[in-house]
């Protein structure tokens, strides 16, 4: 089950988008306030955030900055009925991932939900690396590092066999110009890039075990 942090200091809005979120299988943290925000993305791993930016304590957009200066990268959709073009650019700036502009119907905000926590499935989580498929985007500790192409393809080739020992001849077809000497020049290039554990199993090949 989905968990989401819901920050709305509007407490009829709040319930009303919490219980809505509920009904459709999400689990949902509330808090009114930016402090007892903070206390949530404290004590719990989230798979989205939903912040109100005009919120007592800290506002919402100072929550998020913070969250993505700790290496937070959870996508978070802002609520607000701050409307202006500075303070919409200015939740991008920090983090943010979409806005929903108040007044709005809240199967709406559900639709949204919907459509980025389903994006947010298409990706493989490894150690500190975050893999996107889709657009073959490399997070380390919520941060995009980059990959020369065979580096990239011996990337996909590893952290989709996983614990399995991928014999040399595979692992020949992701370099330009097979050789012994090249594949253990990508493959430490790599390990320096991802920090994977990969391993050589003489006679057979090599394998990315979990640490």
């Known amino acids: 089950m989905k968990r989401i942090l819901l920050l709305e200091d509007d407490i009829a809005l709040g319930e009303t988008i919490q219980e809505l979120l509920t009904d459709n299988k999400y689990m949902v943290d509330y808090a009114i306030n930016g402090n007892d925000a903070i206390d949530f993305s404290y004590d719990n791993k989230y798979d989205l955030y939903i912040f109100d930016i005009n919120v007592p304590d800290i506002d919402g957009l100072d929550i998020l900055k913070s969250l993505r200066d700790a290496d937070d990268s959870t996508p978070t959709i802002f609520i607000s009925a701050m409307t202006d073009l500075k303070t919409v650019l200015k939740g991008f700036e920090v983090g943010g991932d979409d806005f929903v502009k108040k007044p709005f119907y809240p199967e709406e905000l559900l639709v949204k939900v919907g459509l980025k926590l389903s994006t947010e499935e298409e990706k493989i989580s490894f150690a500190s690396i975050t893999y996107f498929p889709k657009d073959e985007r490399i997070l380390k500790n919520g941060k995009d590092i980059y990959l020369t192409h065979v580096q990239l393809n011996l990337?996909?080739?590893?952290?989709?066999?996983?614990?399995?020992?991928?014999?040399?001849?595979?692992?020949?077809?992701?370099?330009?110009?097979?050789?012994?000497?090249?594949?253990?020049?990508?493959?430490?290039?790599?390990?320096?890039?991802?920090?994977?554990?990969?391993?050589?199993?003489?006679?057979?090949?090599?394998?990315?075990?979990?640490?």
């Open 155 to 211: 990337f996909k080739l590893f952290i989709k066999n996983t614990n399995r020992i991928i014999v040399k001849d595979e692992l020949y077809e992701c370099l330009e110009k097979p050789s012994e000497n090249a594949l253990r020049f990508h493959i430490n290039r790599l390990k320096n890039s991802t920090g994977f554990n990969i391993k050589n199993i003489r006679g057979s090949g090599y394998i990315l075990e979990k640490s």
